[in-house]
């Protein structure tokens, strides 16, 4: 018999008829003799509906309120879950972040989970009952309702996998499980059996959608397995695991790609110490999460330094490094929006020389100019320009034999 946290959200649950064939699942997993825990994220796209709906009546965006509003649609959708899985036959409770024991820090929509008091979910599960958790949400100590933010049901799930000890966290969504690629631009992509933490890590953080980044690191942090799978084939999808060091390989199990960057170049910028933590202490107090930095070598004491931020950040960016344009002594600052990223991810890849070699000249092979380049011991990522990213995805993976 295992433990077993299964987490639904989204189209998964989409409508009535999603929401019994998720109880149908749990009950073939009881019948298996498997406990199960579940977490389920708010129905469909009910989210963002809640996030529009916000913005229709008013202007203000007060935290606590919002908190209030967006996790209702997880509350809503533990109750018809467990409705369902009664149906089947189940012994199900639902339970909101709070009633879960998920307690949290104050940061409303963004809160971190502080504490997590699981005794009300274990006396549930000794009581032979399916606990059906509420995703993205918790408790302030001053008991006020919070939202872990954007994608927080993943994370609900590994924090419960966790503290209760399960053998797996499978994680359900509507793809079957993690691609080499987007199947969306690169049809022939292909499923991953297995992926390191390490490699989904670097993974999510240069666009892969799914799971969302901090579950996974959560994951890594307690090495909680975990299963990225279907909700509409059941299929077995992709594990997630420690490195498993026995195994011999390829140095490039992934690319990745990023449509949403803007650039920003700052030139004739003095060479001399602070003008960098000027610069981006400009952009920090603004909350932009700068992304890739390159700095020239300078050429008679000036320098240039280029950056990429989200495009929901470049305009407001953008002008603030104009405005700082003074302080910094720099001679221009110009932009770009129309950017985006592409990236090889494999832990292999530390010990492979050429691997940066083979990915430029492959993008050169296809006519795609690099405009800047980063790399992690087990990733590298070119900026080009956003028209030619299709391009450069398929070439890519091409050029390192992932294509089925
Ligand atoms: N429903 C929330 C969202 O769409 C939380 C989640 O799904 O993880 O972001
Ligand atoms: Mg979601």
């Known amino acids: 018999m295992a433990l077993i946290v299964q987490k639904f959200g989204g189209t998964s649950v989409g409508d009535a008829g999603r929401i019994r064939e998720v109880a149908e699942q749990v009950a073939r997993t009881v019948a298996r003799g498997n406990q199960v825990v579940l977490v389920v994220s708010a129905m469909g796209?009910?989210?963002?509906?809640?996030?529009?709906?916000?913005?229709?009546?008013?202007?203000?965006?007060?935290?606590?309120?919002?908190?209030?509003?967006?996790?209702?649609?997880?509350?809503?959708?533990v109750a018809v879950v467990a409705m369902a899985l009664h149906d089947q036959g189940l012994r199900a409770e639902s339970f909101t972040g709070g009633q879960a024991g998920f307690v949290t820090d104050a940061n409303h929509q963004n809160a971190k989970i502080a504490d997590l008091r699981v005794d009300?979910?274990?006396?549930?599960?000794?009581?032979?009952?399916?606990?059906?958790?509420?995703?993205?949400?918790?408790?302030?100590?001053?008991?006020?309702?919070?939202f872990l933010g954007r994608g927080g049901s993943d994370t609900t799930a590994v924090a419960l996998a966790h503290a209760l000890g399960a053998d797996v966290c499978e994680l359900y969504t509507d793809v079957s499980g993690v691609f080499s690629a987007d199947p969306r631009l690169v049809p022939v992509a292909r499923k991953m059996a297995t992926v390191s933490f390490d490699e989904?890590?670097?993974?999510?953080?240069?666009?892969?959608?799914?799971?969302?980044?901090?579950?996974?690191?959560?994951?890594?942090?307690?090495?909680?397995?975990?299963?990225?799978r279907s909700a509409f084939t059941w299929e077995p999808g992709t594990w997630v695991k420690m490195e498993d060091d026995t195994m011999e390989q390829a140095s490039v199990i992934a690319v990745t790609h990023?449509?949403?960057?803007?650039?920003?170049?700052?030139?004739?910028?003095?060479?001399?110490?602070?003008?960098?933590?000027?610069?981006?202490?400009?952009?920090?107090?603004?909350?932009?999460?700068?992304?890739?930095?390159?700095q020239n070598v300078s050429n008679g004491g000036l320098t240039d330094i280029s950056f990429t931020v989200p495009s929901e950040n470049f305009d407001a960016s953008l002008e603030a490094t104009r405005a700082a344009l003074g302080d910094l002594g720099a001679r221009e600052v110009t932009g770009d929006a129309d950017m985006a990223k592409v990236s090889i991810v494999g832990s292999g890849m530390k010990t492979d020389p050429g691997v940066a070699a083979r990915m430029f000249e492959a993008l050169a092979t296809a006519g795609i100019n690099i405009e800047m380049i980063s790399t992690s011991p087990i990733r590298t990522s070119c900026v080009i320009r956003r028209g030619q990213l299709e391009a450069a995805v398929g070439t890519l993976h091409t050029a390192f034999g992932l294509d089925v």
Request: hydrophobic share 40%; charged share 25%; aromatic share 2%.
């Open 200 to 228: 989904l890590l670097e993974m999510t953080a240069t666009g892969c959608p799914k799971p969302a980044m901090r579950s996974v690191e959560f994951a890594r942090s307690y090495n909680v397995p975990l299963h990225v």
């Open 120 to 146: 009300r979910l274990r006396q549930a599960l000794a009581e032979g009952k399916v606990p059906v958790v509420a995703g993205a949400q918790g408790l302030s100590d001053h008991g006020d309702v919070t």
């Open 45 to 77: 796209k009910e989210t963002d509906e809640l996030l529009r709906l916000a913005a229709d009546v008013a202007r203000s965006r007060d935290g606590r309120e919002m908190d209030m509003l967006i996790t209702s649609g997880e509350v809503k959708a």
């Open 258 to 294: 990023d449509t949403s960057d803007g650039k920003i170049t700052v030139s004739g910028l003095a060479d001399r110490p602070g003008v960098a933590g000027t610069l981006f202490r400009t952009l920090a107090d603004r909350g932009v999460n700068v992304d890739m930095i390159v």
